[in-house]
């Protein structure tokens, strides 16, 4: 795989944040003379102008090994960010998806087994009956994503524990 996540996100709401989420998440726990751990897709970051824009998307999420979904109403409503998710469900599965929460409401319903989607405002509906039990996401709704505040440290580290593999104690440690 040539990247180890593809970040999915609103442009129009969280652009400052997904930058700042790919530029932590490529350094975490990683000694100060390594460039990064590991690589992320996030467009802005990787995409140089290109004819097509969907070809070169498209091959980047063939070439991930983990969806980062940052959820928002704008990505919730978002095509681009629909067209993403289908895309990957197409071809990997919903076990390789990473919930960001930045804002808005997710809510899951025990009895239907699925998110309550009267009450769920950051997810598009293509997750609708996708996971099988409730996913737990990471939730940055209502803080600063500050690379120096503990709280952000460790909700890198929940990520950081999927993308690397390594437990999440062991890589605060290191970090």
């Not at 980047?60 to 979904?69: G, Q």
């Amino acid at each position: 795989m040539t990247y180890k996540a593809f970040i999915s996100y609103s442009h129009l709401e969280h652009s400052k944040q997904a930058r700042i989420i790919h530029q932590e998440l490529s350094r975490f726990a990683s000694p100060w003379y390594k460039r990064r751990r590991v690589r992320l897709f996030l467009d802005d970051a990787n995409l140089s102008a290109t004819p097509s824009l969907w070809n070169s998307i498209e091959k980047a999420l063939h070439d991930s090994e983990f969806l980062i979904f940052i959820a928002s109403p704008a990505a919730a409503s978002s095509e681009w960010c629909k067209k993403e998710i289908e895309c990957w469900l197409k071809n990997k599965t919903y076990e390789t998806i990473i919930i960001v929460l930045l804002s808005g409401q997710i809510a899951w319903d025990i009895q239907n087994n699925d998110f309550d989607w009267s009450k769920t405002s950051s997810l598009p509906r293509v997750f609708k009956g996708i996971f099988p039990d409730e996913p737990r996401y990471i939730d940055f709704k209502n803080s600063q994503i500050d690379r120096n505040d503990p709280l952000t440290r460790a909700k890198l580290a929940d990520i950081s524990s999927v993308l690397l593999d390594i437990p999440k104690d062991e890589l605060i440690g290191e970090d």
